[in-house]
């Protein structure tokens, strides 16, 4: 047979071309950060830097080893966000259509201060074009909103309301006020209820119709199931729906600074249609954060504790800012765990970093276990695909039990717990006898 090497394209040659500075910034970035650190100790300038993700346009934010700063919060969300929050939303919109056969009406959406700095405010900016609001800048200055009437809307406005974390809430106060105020104008359009849920909701006379805004209270950040699953102190997805509503029963907005609401919360959750949740880049993965499974899963959990069945949980990509794309809850789990979790490229790359490698493998499975606690987005063979790719495999299985005894046990309870649970049916019998065996090990 005769092996014919055909060059890169032109296209792809660009890309190539693109990314030989960036790499060479990748390089100097170790130099850089323990020069800065050197400095830093001995009481010498560092020097600032923006921040950002490279992979979301920002390559500027190479070589790191700069005292970093975020961003500028009067110009959030900017010109470029409000473009990829735009469209996003009506990527949202499009799906729910696609899954449910009818217009959203009351959509719950997550909103991260960390992301919203990586982007500059994709998140708000997807809120605003949900309810059919757009930004007003005056150069670089975000300086107030308009209302897209309904003729050009094109579709029904959507009821949003933001859940929003701890560092969202510190860092943004004005686009809280922003989106409040955004809301409060939209309820007081004239305008027919099937077209405008917002001012249904508002008129409905119900506890706190006029709260939109629901967050951790004030000194508080994340959303209230990390410790029930790392301890094990629950009993049923009902447990951990009640930790979510404790945790983000605080409201923002038109005075409020964190404010309980429980009963409002519970009012918004039995009217919810859909949950949104975005990712900006594709440098981490759901699988390897537990905020995902906190605001993403609990608020799936209380969502299906309030209304007694699920509701369509909807993640949001825009890691290609040109594309974004939305896939349900279900498949965007499928989709790591078969590209990264259980992919033997990820596996031996991270083999390649010993203790913490192996921390991650762990960490891998404990946010699988997390999310089939509080959703039904995970499926047996997800489990199976892991336990396959991290117990089965004597290589993998080795290389944790030398670099990082703990993390294998930690590995082993934790696929027991999934059975024990009924959270997963292994298809294999063999499955019991291999975590038999590793529980003798620890006991020995």
């Avoid at 989106?179 to 004239?190: E, G, H, K, S, T």
């Avoid at 974004?324 to 790591?336: C, D, G, M, N, Q």
Wanted: proline residues 5%; hydrophobic residues 45%.
């Amino acid at each position: 047979m005769i092996s014919v090497e055909y060059p890169p394209g032109p296209a792809t040659q660009a890309v190539i071309g693109a990314m030989k500075p960036v790499a060479k910034a990748l390089d100097r970035s170790g130099e850089r950060e323990m020069e800065a650190v050197l400095r830093a100790v001995a009481g010498r300038f560092v020097p600032p830097g923006p921040s950002g993700a490279p992979s979301r346009g920002r390559p500027d934010v190479l070589p790191t080893g700069r005292n970093f700063f975020a961003v500028d919060i009067r110009g959030v969300p900017t010109r470029a966000a409000w473009q990829i929050g735009a469209a996003a939303a009506e990527r949202v919109v499009e799906r729910y259509v696609m899954e449910e056969g009818d217009w959203p009406r009351v959509i719950v959406l997550t909103c991260w201060g960390t992301a919203n700095m990586r982007t500059g405010g994709d998140d708000l900016a997807q809120a605003l074009a949900l309810i059919g609001v757009e930004p007003v800048w005056e150069a670089s200055r975000l300086t107030g909103f308009k209302v897209t009437p309904l003729g050009a809307l094109t579709r029904p406005r959507v009821d949003v309301t933001l859940r929003i974390s701890g560092f969202f809430r510190d860092a943004f106060p004005d686009q809280i006020s922003l989106f409040d105020q955004a809301v409060r104008a939209v309820a007081a359009l004239d305008e027919p209820a099937d077209q405008n849920p917002i001012r249904t909701r508002f008129e409905s006379g119900e506890a706190g119709t006029d709260i939109s805004v629901f967050g951790a209270m004030p000194g508080a950040y994340g959303a209230g199931l990390q410790a029930l699953i790392d301890t094990g102190a629950w009993d049923q997805r009902a447990d951990l729906a009640e930790a979510f509503v404790a945790w983000g029963q605080f409201a923002y907005g038109k005075g409020r600074q964190g404010e309980a609401a429980e009963d409002a919360l519970r009012t918004r959750l039995k009217k919810v249609d859909a949950l949104v949740q975005a990712q900006d880049n594709r440098e981490h993965d759901i699988l390897d954060s537990d905020d995902y499974y906190q605001f993403e899963g609990g608020l799936a959990a209380a969502v299906e504790a309030a209304q007694g069945r699920t509701r369509l949980s909807l993640h949001v990509d825009t890691s290609r800012a040109e594309f974004p794309k939305v896939r349900t809850l279900s498949e965007e789990i499928a989709r790591v765990v078969r590209g990264r979790a259980a992919n033997p490229r990820w596996i031996k790359g991270v083999m390649r970093h010993g203790y913490k490698g192996a921390f991650e493998i762990a960490a891998t499975v404990d946010y699988l276990f997390a999310f089939a606690a509080a959703t039904d987005a995970v499926a047996d063979h997800h489990f199976d695909q892991l336990f396959s790719a991290y117990l089965e495999d004597e290589a993998v299985a080795g290389f944790i039990a030398k670099h990082n005894a703990p993390a294998l046990q930690e590995i082993a309870e934790r696929f027991r717990e999934a059975i024990t649970r009924g959270l997963w049916l292994p298809r294999k019998n063999s499955v019991h006898k291999r975590l038999d065996e590793l529980t003798a090990e620890r006991g020995r």
